[in-house]
C-alpha cells in the first residue's frame, strides 16, 4: 500500500475517467467523486483492487469533508486532488439566463474546487515530505474560458477565470509547506458534456475545429497527460502555473483562414 493516492472529482466521465484510468495504470491508488456514486464505484471496480467510488456532490461542504475523510481513512493518506467537476453553462442569450442557474454553475466549478482544495489541505500539511520538500499536489481544472471571451458562457467563464486566481493565491500560501497547487486550462475536449453542448446549439463543432490551429478537438487521454505531469514528481519544482492544452487556440492572432486548410492523415 505505498503507492501513492489521487483523488478526482467528476471522475466517472469523459477528463475525469480518462484521468483517473492513467493514474491506475501508473501504479496510484485512486478515489473517484462523482455526482453519480453508483457509477463511481463501477469505474473504481473497472479499475481493480485498492481503488474506490464515492457519492460526492463537491458544492456541498459536509459531503466534501466526508469524503476526504473517508479517503485518507481507507488509503492512508492523500497525495494528489484533481479538481475536475464541472456542469454546462446556460445555452440561451445573457437576457434569458437566471441568476439561479448562474450560482449553480459558479457553485459547482468555484465553490466544489475551495471547498475540495479546503479539505485536501487539512490532511496533506499532516504527512511528511518528499525528498524535494513536497507534501501532495493538486490541479485545478481551467479553460480558455478563463481568460478568452466566449458570448454567452458568462457563469462558467466567471468560475473558470476565479480557478485560475484561486490557484495562483492557494500556490503562494502553500508553497512553504510543500503542497504544490497549478491548474490546466484545455481547449475544447471530445468529451460528452461538449457533444451535449453541440446538441444544444451552445457551440459550433465545426467551427471549433476550424479555429484551432492542430484542426482536431482534444481527446480526454491527452488532457489527462498533462494533469498527471502536474501532480507527479516530475513537475517537483512547478507552482502557480497555468498550462494551456488547446491545441494553439490560445495563442492564435489571425483570423482562421491563416491556418490554411485543414490536413487529414
Known sequence: MSNPVVAITGAADGIGWATAQLFAVRGWRVALLDMNGDKARERAQALGHHHMGILCNVSDEAQVT????????????????????GIGDQAVPTLQQTADAFDRVLSVHLRGAFLMTQAALAHMQTQGRDAKGNRGAIVNIGSIASTSGIPGRNAYSAAKAG??????????????????????????????????????GAINAAAIVQRTPLGRMA?????????????????????????????????????DLALGDIEHA
Do not use: C
Open 66 to 85: 466526508a469524503a476526504m475523510a473517508h479517503v485518507v481513512a481507507q488509503q492512508g493518506r492523500l497525495d494528489a486532488l484533481i479538481n475536475n467537476a
Open 163 to 200: 480557478i485560475l486566481g484561486m490557484t495562483r493565491a492557494l500556490a503562494t500560501e502553500w508553497a512553504r509547506k510543500g503542497i504544490r497547487l497549478n491548474a490546466v486550462a484545455p481547449g475544447y475536449v471530445a468529451t460528452a458534456l461538449v457533444a451535449d453542448l453541440a446538441e444544444k
Open 219 to 255: 481527446e480526454p487521454a491527452e488532457i489527462a497527460e498533462t494533469i498527471f505531469f502536474l501532480a507527479s514528481p516530475a513537475a517537483s519544482y512547478v507552482t502557480g502555473a497555468t498550462l494551456a492544452v488547446d491545441g494553439g487556440w490560445s495563442v492564435l492572432g489571425a483570423p
